[in-house]
């Protein structure tokens, strides 16, 4: 008997699609898995990693499929365990602001039963639309609110899943602060499903904050963005976003692409195409609107804006458009490839000067997004996915690499076309303690069969 | 004549950095909880390189090695419980890097909490987690443990704060996790290390986050009739999403207590107060003082005491502070729970704790971080009475058992240790816990390493808990 007709014993054959349709959905860089399985319960994801080990075939966990791409491609991949019907809300409980969720619920429907009660997660990440909490969680992506409220391992409070030999495990829990044994829950943020199958996360949530502003800043240089970012780190001021753009992203967000990500057209006047910005949001009542914005004009005007605007930030044609910038970037060119770089925010200037740098040497053009904890998102946008723009793209991201690495930081390849993986060192240098995150592996996936080869290092 | 271990570990560190003597050794049975061990010896390294040479010695030896900070820890984290070397970071306490420009700080371990903070206040800034034993609580203690504090409502607690570490690996080697900057690929093996208890490695550097001083503190006092009303407020604060930077309960007993220590000018004759702190911008934290302020009176707080300035406000901290010190001048012993339970919980969890209190015939002092759920129940007892000692624990328990039926947890801030260990299964399966043993084994693989701490141990109850040669009551929180 093969693996899928017992599989399918267990969930319902309905539950079970072997389909072409189905598989060809579901393939991750050319290779595409031979069932495609729903389980419904924590107990159904176990029979089936057991099953799976058991026969030594490898799953990837997936939801929306809005993120399968990131990290290498899978060494080996048989089984796609779709999640999208563990999608409930098992526990909210919105006066003590907790809440435990079943990873395949899409973030918008969660974020409209938060907002029904005034409330929110600080995840405005981007392919929001479609996007479900574990995928969210799986990938680490990030948000432009982790200038105030962190990341997800600010607020993620425990979580349940699977290992890869079958057993249900779990840590934290579900109060806000809690030392009860070891934080395994951080080690599944970003792990790509390589160590687990979530089966439930849970967070603390937070009020929605009400009458948001934002402050957008225009620059002819970088330096006095960064000079205008450094100001307001010293500042008393706590605004919830703040993010600097390049010259050009103005171009893509009023695009067809950035159409695909609001319906409204972008709004004019808040981006240009030959400034950098620096956007940056916040929220409170009448004086301390007044405050933000009385302090921001002055620091803008010392570090030598050329204009500023204030608008509405949940202005939802340009907050979308923030939030969306990877899949924008992503639909832009054939062959977009985008670099996630890791510094101190005092280094964000010599990163961008080697980014630029080498963007001309080898004449790759391509716009940047930079978070002021010190995180630049730059999206490398060639005209054409032939060999010589590949070539290019490969130079130029191993130059920006060397940069990064020597500054201190850290640079990634999240994203880039499926074929020219081989070519890019997606995962960066490599660090001394994915030695030990090889450790952290192999306990929990002993037999190999979770994303086989996705993450750091090919584990 | 020294053993071949105390030969070795004198070579390594110097004769007047091992301490082996009976009489030398007594402190180091104790931290802050009720537990005692006593280690075989006790070394004092002053360089990475020296712990390193301890691991290998530890292995070479086959003998059990603990990491100690200041020994302030609440459930006996620092002791060495199956015997063995225990190492004391104290000489290892440079402030090795201040980055005031990326408020970043990189500390050895056996830095004092509230050093770093004075360290690095001329640039406005400071280290957010703040034990109440901050004053003497070490860096690479709060690392161990997950540390929190009164202020850790609003700013989070150590692994909040944490973004780097280097590790003596049990298997002696030296390895870097983490990175200053933000997002290091991989695995989050700083989340992993923090609040693992001194499990899995010993930290000889800790990469920190500084947080910026806010620039404005409104700390008010609010006075209450009932403990009901009292946490009826703190659940409507919470419910209303104003999350102040500190929300602490104390009941009337534990106030009449402190007041009798410190004099901060507490009323005697009420049930219970909260003292709650709002900051940030000036705009935001006037906005929320008058926001909590009102939600206090809607609960029929007898009065809102705002402090008018920095005087007033540490007075009514030295309250909060040394309440743990106020209660030891009353009772020889007293024995602290950490359990946490959600804040919509705390009015009927008030009411259970006081009638777990009277059932067994303790007084129970109730003072803890309202405003997280956290609660530190002091149960008062006499330690030279075995009985009294046997009661408390199961009067403890029964608190515990009703915090988990609530759907919170066993501890808070103060860690599993070797006092809570046994409680594990009420939380965990033994499936779960097999597969977060698989963590310690992955990295301390012959257990060598702070041994038999967090899982329970296979034996009964009653030979793990120490005898009632108690730890005097102490002040810290």
């Known amino acids: 008997m093969n693996g899928s007709s017992q599989i399918a014993n267990i969930l319902g054959a309905e539950n079970v699609k072997t389909d072409m349709e189905s598989l060809a959905a579901h393939a991750i860089a050319g290779k595409t898995p031979s069932e495609v399985v729903s389980p419904s319960s924590a107990a159904e994801v176990v029979e089936i990693v057991r099953h799976t080990a058991?026969?030594?075939?490898?799953?990837?966990?997936?939801?929306?499929?809005?993120?399968?791409?990131?990290?290498?491609?899978?060494?080996?991949?048989?089984?796609?365990v779709d999640m999208s019907r563990m999608n409930r809300v098992v526990a909210y409980d919105p006066g003590d602001l907790t809440l435990s969720v079943e990873p395949g619920i899409k973030l918008a429907a969660l974020s409209r039963t938060l907002a029904e009660h005034g409330q929110m997660l600080p995840l405005g990440v981007p392919f929001s639309a479609h996007t479900t909490i574990g995928g969210t969680i799986a990938s680490g992506v990030d948000a432009p609110q982790r200038q105030l409220y962190g990341t997800a391992r600010d607020f993620l409070l425990g979580a349940e899943f699977v290992t890869g030999d079958g057993v249900l495990a779990k840590s934290g829990g579900r109060v806000v602060k809690n030392v009860t044994g070891y934080d395994l829950h951080k080690l599944l943020i970003g792990s790509l499903g390589t160590l687990g199958v979530i089966t439930k996360l849970n967070f603390k949530t937070f009020p929605f904050p009400t009458n948001v502003r934002g402050f957008i800043a225009r620059f002819r240089s970088y330096e006095s963005a960064f000079d205008m970012r450094d100001r307001i780190a010293r500042s008393?001021?706590?605004?919830?976003?703040l993010d600097i753009f390049s010259p050009g992203v103005a171009r893509l967000f009023e695009s067809a692409a950035g159409a695909g990500a609001a319906r409204e057209a972008m709004p004019q006047g808040i981006l240009s195409n030959d400034e950098w910005a620096l956007t940056t949001g916040y929220s409170g009542n009448d004086s301390s609107l007044a405050r933000y914005e009385s302090e921001l004009r002055k620091v803008a005007a010392e570090c030598g804006a050329a204009s500023v605007t204030i608008a509405h930030e949940t202005l939802p044609a340009a907050w979308a458009r923030k939030r969306e910038f990877i899949p924008i970037a992503l639909a832009s060119s054939p062959a977009t490839t985008i670099l996630k770089i890791g510094v101190l925010p005092s280094k964000l200037k010599l990163v961008l000067n080697a980014v630029g740098g080498a963007g001309e040497k080898h004449q790759v053009p391509g716009v940047a997004m930079v978070r002021g904890v010190g995180v630049l998102y730059i999206a490398l946008l060639p005209p054409d996915a032939g060999d010589e723009s590949k070539q290019r793209v490969a130079k130029c991201v191993s130059e920006i690499q060397a940069a990064a690495t020597q500054l201190g930081g850290h640079a990634t390849v999240p994203w880039c076309p499926d074929a020219w993986k081989p070519t890019l060192n997606i995962w960066g240098a490599e660090n001394p303690d994915w030695a030990e995150m090889r450790k952290v592996k192999n306990a929990f996936d002993p037999g190999a069969i979770l994303s086989p080869g996705r993450f750091v290092g090919g584990m | 004549m020294d053993s071949p271990l105390l030969r070795d570990l004198k070579s390594l560190v110097g004769a007047d950095a091992v301490l082996?003597?009976?009489?030398?050794?007594?402190?180091?049975?104790?931290?802050?909880?009720v537990e005692t061990a006593r280690p075989t010896c006790v070394v004092f390294p002053t360089t990475t390189e020296q712990v390193v040479h301890l691991m290998r010695l530890a292995k070479k030896y086959d003998t059990p090695i603990v990491g100690r900070g200041a020994g302030t820890g609440l459930s006996g984290g620092a002791l060495a419980r199956k015997g063995g070397i225990v190492v004391v970071f104290s000489k290892m306490n440079r402030i090795l890097e201040l980055d005031v420009e990326n408020q970043r700080a990189v500390v050895e371990p056996g830095v004092v909490n509230s050093d770093l903070s004075a360290a690095v206040a001329h640039a406005g800034l400071h280290f957010a987690p703040d034990p109440s034993s901050q004053k003497a609580c070490t860096i690479g203690g709060n690392v161990a443990e997950n540390s929190g504090g009164p202020h850790t409502l609003a700013y989070g607690v150590t692994t909040n704060h944490v973004l780097a570490l280097q590790?003596?690996?049990?298997?002696?080697?030296?390895v870097r996790v983490g990175s200053s900057a933000v997002d290091a690929p991989g695995y989050d093996l700083t989340g992993l290390l923090v609040g693992s208890e001194g499990t899995l490695a010993l930290v000889t550097e800790v990469t920190v986050k500084l947080?910026?001083?806010?620039?404005c503190v409104k700390t008010l006092l609010a006075i209450f009739d009932t403990i009901d009303d009292s946490m009826e407020t703190v659940a409507d604060i919470t419910a209303r999403g104003i999350t102040p930077a500190a929300c602490e309960m104390l009941d009337g007993w534990t106030l009449r207590a402190v007041e009798d220590?410190?004099?901060?000018?507490?009323?005697?004759?009420?049930a219970a107060v909260l003292l709650l702190e709002v900051d940030g911008p000036r705009e935001a934290a006037e906005q929320h003082a008058a926001e909590v302020a009102d939600i206090c009176k809607t609960h029929n707080a007898r009065e809102v005491r705002v402090a008018k300035d920095s005087r007033e406000r540490d007075l009514l901290w030295k309250g909060r502070k040394n309440a743990f010190g106020a209660v030891g001048r009353i009772s020889s012993s007293y024995y602290v729970q950490d359990g946490v339970i959600p804040r919509t919980k705390l009015p009927a969890t008030l009411r259970q704790i006081d009638m777990i209190g009277k059932k067994y015939g303790f007084q129970i002092g109730n003072i803890f971080h309202a405003g997280d759920g956290n609660l530190h129940p002091l149960i008062l007892f006499d330690q030279r009475d075995a009985d009294q000692f046997r009661r408390v624990l199961a009067a403890s328990d029964e608190i515990i058992q009703f915090c988990i039926d609530q759907g919170g947890s066993i501890t808070g801030e103060h860690g599993v240790g070797m006092e809570k260990d046994r409680l594990m299964p009420?939380?965990?399966?033994?499936?779960?816990?097999?597969?977060?043993a698989r963590m310690r084994n992955a990295f301390n693989p012959t257990g060598l390493l702070n041994p038999e701490k967090i899982f329970p141990s296979k034996k009964g109850c009653g030979e793990i808990h120490s005898a009632p040669l108690a730890a005097p009551a102490r002040p810290q929180a």
Request: one cysteine or more; a negative charge; proline letters at 9%.
């Open chain 1, 236 to 241: 008393p001021l706590l605004p919830m976003t």
């Open chain 2, 211 to 215: 947080t910026r001083i806010p620039e």
């Open chain 2, 167 to 174: 590790l003596v690996l049990p298997s002696g080697e030296l």
């Open chain 2, 261 to 270: 220590y410190v004099h901060a000018g507490f009323p005697r004759d009420c």
């Open chain 2, 426 to 436: 009420l939380l965990f399966s033994e499936a779960e816990l097999e597969v977060m």
């Open chain 1, 54 to 80: 058991s026969t030594k075939r490898a799953i990837v966990v997936c939801g929306a499929r809005t993120k399968l791409s990131m990290g290498l491609a899978p060494s080996r991949y048989d089984v796609a």
């Open chain 2, 20 to 33: 082996h003597r009976p009489e030398d050794l007594l402190l180091y049975e104790y931290d802050g909880s």
